[in-house]
Antibody, heavy 117, light 107 residues
Framework: QVQLVQSGAEVKEPGASVKVSCKASGYTFTNFHMHWVRQAPGQGLEWMGIINPSGGSTSFAQNFQGRVTMTRDTSTSTIYMELSSLRSEDTAVYYC??????????WGQGTLVTVSS | DIQMTQSPSSLSASVGDRVTITCRASQGISNSLAWFQQRPGIAPKSLIYAASSLHSGVPSKFSGSGSGTDFTLTISSLQPEDFATYYCQQYNSYPWTFGQGTKVEIK
């Protein structure tokens, strides 16, 4: 069965960077795009960007251009999202989700990132 | 960016009720519309894609319709496990965007 397992919660100071991982299993990793979506406390869902695990190409929402990096490791079927220059407004749960002909069909469990001094 | 607007933002309903949530796109998106359910503290779950196709394992009490700019999600008979927040999302063009959510509460 498809599973996306994310890394644990993080606490970071303003200005720091955070790197969240998402390990995929139960399907051919390079056949499906992967997305990152975040959700601030009590708020809605915000799409951050997409990575193609096959070639590594990426595309990001304008809000995150210049601050986000998405990478993948095909040997471990893992994708990574790194967000830099963190500010308090980046406090959120970050989700990875698989994309196919059915968009965002499977989701990771989420990773809480808290930005606080 | 395409703006997605859901209505209502919240609603109160009883077990057994039929409820309808609407979603409007700021420009035409064909049928590139998905619906998600999110219970508190849990990742969203895919319900519907291509405006009206049910994701595998989703009960048939959920149905979707619409095309272009106007879409609806209907739950035919609310059960206790259906009380949650529902989001629409367009995937016609990047950046993908979500509606603000509709919270379905118990009356």
């Amino acid at each position: 069965q498809v599973q996306l397992v994310q890394s644990g919660a993080e606490v970071k100071e303003p200005g720091a960077s955070v790197k969240v991982s998402c390990k995929a299993s139960g399907y051919t990793f390079t056949n499906f795009h992967m997305h990152w979506v975040r959700q601030a406390p009590g708020q809605g869902l915000e799409w951050m960007g997409i990575i193609n695990p096959s070639g590594g190409s990426t595309s990001f929402a304008q809000n995150f251009q210049g601050r986000v990096t998405m990478t993948r490791d095909t040997s471990t079927s893992t994708i990574y999202m790194e967000l830099s220059s963190l500010r308090s407004e980046d406090t959120a749960v970050y989700y990875c989700a698989r994309g196919s002909s059915i968009p965002l069909d499977y989701w990771g469990q989420g990773t809480l990132v808290t930005v606080s001094s | 960016d395409i703006q997605m607007t859901q209505s209502p933002s919240s609603l109160s309903a009883s077990v057994g009720d039929r409820v309808t949530i609407t979603c409007r796109a700021s420009q035409g998106i064909s049928n590139s519309l998905a619906w998600f359910q999110q219970r508190p503290g849990i990742a969203p779950k895919s319900l519907i894609y291509a405006a009206s196709s049910l994701h595998s394992g989703v009960p048939s009490k959920f149905s979707g319709s619409g095309s272009g700019t106007d879409f609806t999600l209907t739950i035919s008979s609310l059960q206790p496990e259906d009380f949650a927040t529902y989001y629409c999302q367009q995937y016609n063009s990047y950046p993908w965007t979500f509606g603000q959510g509709t919270k379905v509460e118990i009356k």
